[in-house]
């Protein structure tokens, strides 16, 4: 027990240094999972249910990038093409689900709420019959305008 902050998954007998390096691609890893779920593209671990909530989404995009400036420099390649690829791929799912039409996301779902069906299902069988509200009620909630 020499070091508290070693965890069971880590690789017995490793250096100190590979040991953090494990430890900042299992971080790098855990922040993109959590994007890639609130973007829509995984479903959520617990209930199976796709969430989209932009917000959310982008705030871990933006740890991770801020990860990248405070680190420059400081990285072996490995783990800097990690960022480098994680942060790449999050951009692109960050911008098909900006562009994405608003019918196939849902925001955060609510705790013992139902799910709410997003497919072909969903949509009313005559759109002129679709109530305009919705699309009045959504203009103003789209908030991100930076693109990558």
Do not use: W
């Amino acid at each position: 027990m020499s070091d508290p902050h070693a965890s069971n998954n880590m690789p017995a007998g490793g250096s100190p240094e590979e040991m953090r390096s494990a430890l900042f691609a299992q971080m790098v890893m855990q922040q993109s999972s959590m994007a890639m779920m609130l973007l829509g593209k995984t479903p959520h671990p617990e209930t199976g249910q796709v969430v989209c909530d932009l917000e959310a989404a982008r705030f871990f995009i933006d740890q991770l990038e801020m990860l990248e400036f405070k680190t420059k420099g400081n990285l072996n390649a490995e783990e800097a093409a990690l960022l480098k690829q994680s942060l790449t791929s999050l951009r692109m799912a960050f911008v098909e689900a900006v562009n994405s039409p608003p019918a196939t996301t849902q925001s955060r779902p609510e705790p013992g709420s139902a799910p709410v069906a997003t497919g072909p299902e969903a949509a009313p069988a005559n759109p002129s019959a679709a109530p305009s509200a919705p699309l009045a009620e959504e203009a103003p909630r789209k908030k991100f305008t930076k693109k990558y």
